[in-house]
């Protein structure tokens, strides 16, 4: 099959898109294209060329592999367009699926547009930091007027295309045989003169007011990104001048937009989302079994808000908790959660009720007989841990997936009091377990492929984000958060104030800094866990600054002071003068001299840091890939997606440039990092290449 196939219905040429899985515009299909417009040029008995992809969906837009190339060796989407544009015969795009970007661009050029309901119209481009570069910023605001084509491109959302009917920009919806509709159409509008050209449209709303006001909106909803500027820049342009000149800007603008760390970060995030699923040893073969009943163990703010996943998918859950009051302040949490939902119009009462309606409290552990997957959501305490499992191991029915949701204990450990290790697996989520996109799926030694795949599945069925890593202290994530910690403890120790700390890391785009985070999640969580894992190795006990601050009995936003003071009710911190002279005098104490460190020395400190401790995680092979670790940060610790991740951040910078700034600074660089580096090699292409084997 060719990848533009030619047929002819009547007088109608059919040029059909054949490029699986998702129809890109990748290089052969606008010589296809092209082809086809040749021979409807020629061919005087053809009057109407309708445009179709084949398979599941229209063109899904531009192929972003191909954003890498050179020009010249670059699908050319723009001269198609241009030509389809100014095509002497009339041109219909028939769409099914999705018509993305380039996609839509293609349609947007065509004189019509015809579609089945259910098809998604959208540019996305802002999500991969660029913008619609093949006259989307100049003909979608031409169709549907400047507000609404803004809304469109900046929050990169696709429409149905029944609500893109409405907006005139889908000319006809076709229930039924799409192909046979649009030849319909096109055989009814072969002879329509002058062709209706969106070119020659005048933009609707495009007011001076509107820019202000958007302009102002995107400072706090895409706050430091390039590519929406440039999108609000050319829809102005396309509201107040020719159209030639909003097409020549937005070329220039496109390439600049393209070749920018951001697009290469958000286009690094794009695949890295779809790798992570990619586990070695896992086939479409390997048996997933059906999660039809769940239960959880622990009805704390925990395990309440990992119910509640299972429930929103429809899924029944089970919960067990040791003390009647505890079961109810937990069940009493889950209505609350949910109401308070409903009162935001996100659900509806009687939503709220059906939810409810599928959890089960008991507080009698055999009630999870037949669960199909069990979640343990107790506190982190081994010995507990392995009380549950050994009496879970005898409740449990065959092939039934037990979990845990440790943060740090040895799954292996867990699984070992169990007779069936191979059915063990860690499921961390993250909190609010209800709200973050973010599930570490960690593989213990035993753990089968058949329970990893199934876990993968079932993640993706209550809308996480499931990444696979292996068994260490704290996994992926809290490892590396270790270390960032540690860096910004010892920041402040060498001189700078918390608030410096935290705002450097709001200028990466993070919304909250290590000492925020820490007080928002309990300080005296991170100094138990350290304590109990210094006598675990038989070291002394930590001391540092931020130990005495806890010892205060300043534990963070709970008891309105720790890092930072916090007003009665309120979550906005203040510098605290006690932490000041706790810091000052901790100084003293250590004979340290503070000293001024730069805001470029800090974020720098900060987000090696994590890179670091990622390498080492990557070569322990805790980590598949460098991009697992960017998709874990970007997912759950609020690491901005147009920075990549940790990892592809530190790449962009060179990594033999990381390696000379944390000599620099005293931090000892990761044995991988130092190869990298000395190879003149990105963690992108560690991963490529470990792929290959
Ligand atoms: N270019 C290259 N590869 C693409 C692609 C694209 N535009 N879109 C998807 N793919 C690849 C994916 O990487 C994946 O590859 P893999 O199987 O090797 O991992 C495969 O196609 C299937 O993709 P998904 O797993 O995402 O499939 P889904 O069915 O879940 O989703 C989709 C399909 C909704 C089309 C989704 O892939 C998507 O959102 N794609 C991106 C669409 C997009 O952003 N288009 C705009 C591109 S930029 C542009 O057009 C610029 C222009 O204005 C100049």
């Not at 700034?661 to 991963?687: N, R, V």
């Amino acid at each position: 099959m060719s990848i533009v196939e030619q047929s002819r219905q009547g007088n109608v040429l059919i040029l059909t898109v054949n490029n699986p899985p998702v129809n890109a515009f990748s290089p052969g299909v606008p010589e296809g294209l092209h082809a086809g417009l040749d021979v409807a040029e020629k061919d005087e008995s053809i009057r109407a060329v309708v445009i179709i992809g084949g398979g599941r969906t229209f063109i899904a837009g531009a192929d972003i592999r191909t954003f890498n190339l050179p020009r010249e060796q670059a699908p050319d989407l723009r001269g198609f367009i241009s030509r389809l544009d100014q095509f002497p015969k009339a041109t219909v795009a028939a769409i099914h699926g999705t018509a993305l970007g380039g996609g839509l661009e293609v349609t947007l050029a065509c004189h019509y547009r015809v579609a089945v309901p259910d098809a998604q119209l959208g540019l996305p481009e802002v999500k991969l930091g660029v913008l619609p570069g093949a006259g989307g910023t100049q003909r979608l605001p031409r169709v549907v007027g400047a507000a609404r084509a803004l809304e469109m491109m900046l929050s990169g959302t696709p429409i149905k295309a029944t609500q893109a009917h409405q907006l005139g920009l889908v000319d006809e919806l076709i229930e039924g045989d799409l192909l046979a509709g649009a030849v319909k159409f096109a055989s009814e509008h072969a002879d329509a003169r002058p062709l209706p050209r969106i070119s020659e449209r005048k933009v609707e709303g495009g007011t001076p007011d509107l820019f202000t006001k958007v302009r102002q909106d995107i400072k706090k909803t895409h706050k430091g990104q390039l590519s929406p500027t440039y999108i609000v820049d050319l829809v102005e342009i396309a509201s107040s001048k020719a159209f030639a000149d909003g097409w020549a800007a937005e070329a220039r603008l496109f390439v600049m937009a393209k070749d920018s760390p951001q697009s290469r970060a958000l286009r690094h995030v794009f695949f890295a989302d779809r790798e992570r699923a990619k586990i070695p040893g896992i086939t479409k073969e390997t048996p997933v079994s059906e999660i039809r009943k769940v239960g959880v163990i622990g009805a704390g703010t925990m395990g309440g808000g990992i119910a509640m996943n299972y429930l929103n998918a429809g899924i029944p859950v089970t919960i067990v908790e040791t003390a009647p009051e505890n079961l109810e302040r937990g069940l009493a949490t889950i209505r609350r959660n949910y109401e308070n939902t409903a009162r935001k119009g996100r659900l509806t009462l009687d939503e709220v009720e059906q939810r409810l309606a599928l959890l089960t409290p008991t507080l009698d552990m055999a009630d999870l007989a037949d669960a199909d997957l069990i979640i343990e959501a107790v506190f982190e305490n081994m010995e507990v841990k392995k009380d549950i499992f050994t009496r879970l191991d005898r409740v449990a029915k065959p092939g039934a997936i037990l979990a845990t949701n440790t943060s740090t204990l040895d799954i292996n450990e867990i699984a070992a009091v169990t007779k069936r290790p191979e059915s063990v697996i860690g499921l961390h989520f993250f909190s609010p377990a209800n709200v973050m996109k973010l599930l570490e799926i960690v593989r213990a030694d035993q753990t089968s492929p058949s329970v990893l795949a199934t876990s993968l599945k079932m993640a993706k069925t209550i809308g996480k984000v499931g990444v696979v890593v292996g068994v260490c202290n704290g996994f992926v994530g809290n490892r590396m958060l270790y270390a960032y910690r540690e860096q910004a403890n010892r920041l402040v120790l060498e001189g700078a104030r918390p608030q410096d700390v935290d705002a450097a890391m709001h200028a990466l785009g993070l919304p909250m800094g290590p000492f925020e985070m820490s007080d928002m999640a309990g300080l005296d969580i991170g100094y138990m866990a350290r304590r109990e894992q210094a006598k675990k190795d038989g070291r002394p006990l930590p001391d540092d600054w931020l130990d005495r601050v806890v010892e205060l009995g300043r534990k963070g936003q709970k008891t309105r002071g720790g890092v930072y003071d916090y007003a009665e009710g309120s979550r906005t911190p203040t510098p605290s003068p006690v932490v000041e002279q706790l810091v000052a005098d901790y100084r003293a104490e250590k004979g340290v001299r503070g000293r001024e460190i730069t805001p470029e020395e800090t974020t720098k400190r900060l987000a090696y840091a994590l890179m670091n401790e990622g390498a080492k995680i990557l070569q322990e092979g805790i980590a598949l890939r460098s991009s697992d670790i960017d998709v874990i940060y970007v997912n759950g610790y609020g690491f901005p997606a147009y920075r990549g991740g940790p990892m592809q951040y530190a790449s962009e910078q060179g990594l033999g440039n990381v390696v000379k700034d944390l000599e620099s600074y005293g931090m000892t660089p990761a044995p991988l990092l130092k190869t990298l580096a000395s190879e003149g090699k990105t963690f992108a292409q560690y991963d490529q290449e470990r792929a290959k084997g």
